[in-house]
C-alpha cells in the first residue's frame, strides 16, 4: 500500500503551481489540511484584517479543492497536537509544506514540527515557495539562482489523483480569534488570476508613471501584494507571465508598445526585489527583533517618546500628508510603497523612534504583511542596515510632489478640506483669518506641526554621520554588504 501523505497549506492558500501538493499526490492518497493556530493569532502583529484575509483564502481553497474532488480538512490546535492526532488516526504519513520565511513564532513552531516528526518516524518534505534560498550565507549568486527558480516549469497536478479525507474540528467556521483592529473591506468576487491578468493587460501601462501618488497608485499598482503574502497567487506564475507579456510587446510594432515596455520593466524589478529582501530576513532573522547594523545599537533604543508614537499611529502629527497617509492606511490596510517609506522615515528621522514599535504597528495594519519584506524595508527606510544610504523623506515635499492639490489630503484629512490653495500643505503657516475662514484653527481643530522638519533630519544626520564614520560601522558595512548586499548585473550571478 502507499503511504499515506499530508499537505500541511500555511501562507500558500492555492493549488496551482504548489510542489507539496503536486509531490504528495505522486506519491499516495494525500490529505489537505489547513491548520488554525490559537497562538499565531496571539502574535503583536497578528490584526483582525489579517484573518480576514485568511479566512477569504480558506473559503476560495475550500472551492480549489473540491474541483479536484478533495476536502479541505480543517483543524483547530497547537500543530504537534493535530499532527499527533493524526498520526493516531491515519498510521504512518509523509508530510509535506512550503518553506516558510516567517517571524520568529512560525520559524520556531516549523523547527518543532520537524523534531516531531524525526521522533515519530514522519518524513517531512518541505519545498521552496519564493526565490528564497535557506541555508544562503552570502549573496553571491542569488540572482542566477533566482532566475533558474522562477523559470522551472509550473508545479502540475498529476491527472490521477487519490485524496484522504479526515473530520474538521467541528464548528470551525465560527472560530474568531481576539484581535485588535478594524476591518477592511474585502472584494469577495475577487480571482487572483483575473487581478494578474487585468494589471498585465490593461492597467499596468502606466505603473511606473503613477505608482508613486497615493491618488494614482491605487489603480496603477497591480495590487497582488496580498494574494502573495496569503499565498493564493504563486510568485512565480507572477514572472513568468510578466516575462511572457514582455516577450509578447518587444514583438509589436514601436508605435503599438506605447509606456508597456517601461511600465514592464520596472513591474519585474520589483518583482526580483520581493525576494531579495526576504531573502535578507532568511539569511538573518533575527532583524525581526535587532538592528541589522549593530553599531547603531542604542542610537535610538533609550529615547522612545510615547507621544510622539501616538500622534504618529493615530494620524496626528501636524504634518497633512503624513497624517492623511496613516489614516488611509488605517481605513484600507494599504498604501502605495513609496507612502510607506515616508511614513517609517517620518517616524525615524522625525519622530527618532526606534523602529521596533513602528514596525509592529505598521504589521498589523499592512493587510499584505510579509515579514521577510516587512523587517527589511523597515531597517532600511530607518537607517539601520548600515549600507543603505539614508532616506529622510521630506513630508512638505512629498505632499506638493505626490498631492498637489491637497485632494487627498483634504478626503483623508477633512479638518483641513477648508484651506485653500498651497496652504494645504503647510496649514500652519495660514493667517489666523485664514484659517478662521477655513474652519480650521491649528492648535485646535488640527494639531500643530509635533517637530521641526528641518531641524530633525539634520539632527538625525549627524547622529548616523557619527555612527557610520565609526570603526565598528565601517566593520558592519564590510559584513553586511558580503552577506545582503545586491548585486549589480542579475545575468552574471
Not at 483547530?76 to 504512518?92: D, K, T, W, Y
Not at 499565498?231 to 503599438?256: C, D, N
Not at 501616538?310 to 496613516?326: L, S, Y
Amino acid at each position: 500500500m502507499p503511504t499515506k501523505q499530508i499537505v500541511w497549506f500555511k501562507r500558500d492558500l492555492r493549488t496551482q503551481d504548489s510542489a507539496p501538493l503536486a509531490s504528495a499526490l505522486t506519491q499516495g492518497p494525500t490529505l489537505a489540511l489547513y491548520i488554525i493556530e490559537p497562538e499565531l493569532w496571539q502574535q503583536v502583529t497578528a490584526s483582525q484584517r489579517h484573518w480576514q484575509l485568511v479566512r477569504h483564502g480558506l473559503d476560495q481553497l475550500i472551492r480549489e479543492l473540491a474541483l479536484l474532488g478533495a476536502e479541505l480538512c480543517i483543524k483547530i490546535g497547537a500543530a504537534e497536537q493535530v499532527f499527533s492526532e493524526l498520526r493516531h488516526s491515519l498510521g504512518i504519513f509523509h508530510l509535506h509544506a512550503h518553506e516558510e520565511t516567517g517571524d520568529a513564532w512560525s520559524y520556531d513552531r516549523d523547527k518543532r514540527i520537524s523534531t516531531w516528526c524525526n521522533a515519530h518516524g514522519v518524513a517531512f518534505h518541505e519545498q521552496r515557495n519564493f526565490g528564497v534560498f535557506r541555508g544562503l550565507r552570502e549573496r553571491d549568486g542569488w540572482a542566477r539562482r533566482w532566475r533558474q527558480h522562477m523559470s522551472a516549469p509550473i508545479d502540475e497536478l498529476p491527472e490521477q489523483r487519490q485524496w484522504l479525507t479526515s473530520k474538521s474540528t467541528a464548528q470551525w467556521q465560527s472560530w474568531q480569534p481576539c484581535l485588535s483592529g478594524n476591518a477592511i473591506e474585502i472584494d469577495a468576487n475577487l480571482i487572483p488570476q483575473q487581478r494578474l491578468n487585468q494589471f498585465l493587460e490593461q492597467n499596468g501601462e502606466r505603473y511606473h508613471l503613477e505608482m508613486s501618488s497615493p491618488n494614482t497608485a491605487p489603480a496603477a499598482c497591480s495590487r497582488l501584494s496580498t494574494l502573495l503574502a496569503t499565498g493564493r497567487l504563486s510568485m512565480r506564475q507572477v514572472v513568468q507571465q510578466t516575462w511572457a507579456t514582455q516577450a509578447q510587446i518587444k514583438s509589436h510594432a514601436p508605435e503599438r508598445r506605447g509606456t508597456w515596455p517601461k511600465a514592464l520593466a520596472a513591474f519585474q524589478s520589483r518583482l526580483h526585489w520581493h525576494c531579495h529582501f526576504i531573502q535578507k530576513f532568511e539569511s538573518e532573522p533575527e532583524i525581526e527583533f535587532h538592528n541589522m547594523a549593530r553599531s547603531c545599537d542604542g542610537l535610538r533604543e533609550h529615547d522612545f517618546d510615547q507621544q510622539r508614537f501616538d500622534a504618529w499611529c493615530k494620524g496626528e502629527t501636524g504634518f497633512p500628508f503624513v497624517d492623511a497617509c496613516m489614516r488611509y492606511l488605517n481605513h484600507t490596510g494599504w498604501i502605495n510603497f513609496r507612502m510607506r517609506a515616508m511614513l517609517v522615515s517620518f517616524a525615524s528621522y522625525d519622530l527618532w523612534l526606534h523602529w521596533r514599535q513602528p514596525a509592529i504597528h505598521l504589521a498589523r495594519l499592512f493587510a499584505d504583511y510579509e515579514p521577510g519584506i516587512h523587517y527589511s524595508q523597515v531597517q532600511m527606510q530607518s537607517g539601520t542596515t548600515g549600507i543603505n544610504t539614508l532616506r529622510i523623506y521630506n513630508p512638505i515635499k512629498q505632499s506638493m510632489d505626490q498631492d498637489p492639490d491637497g485632494v487627498f489630503i483634504r478626503k483623508w484629512v477633512p479638518e483641513l478640506a477648508g484651506l485653500l490653495g498651497p496652504m494645504i500643505h503647510t496649514p500652519w503657516q495660514a493667517t489666523e483669518l485664514e484659517q478662521l475662514a477655513a474652519g480650521c484653527v491649528i492648535g485646535r481643530h488640527y494639531p500643530e506641526p509635533i517637530v521641526d522638519h528641518a531641524e530633525a533630519s539634520r539632527w538625525a544626520r549627524s547622529r548616523f554621520a557619527t555612527v557610520r564614520a565609526s570603526t565598528a560601522g565601517k566593520t558592519d558595512r564590510q559584513k553586511i554588504v558580503t552577506k545582503h548586499g545586491s548585486r549589480k548585473g542579475m545575468q552574471k550571478q
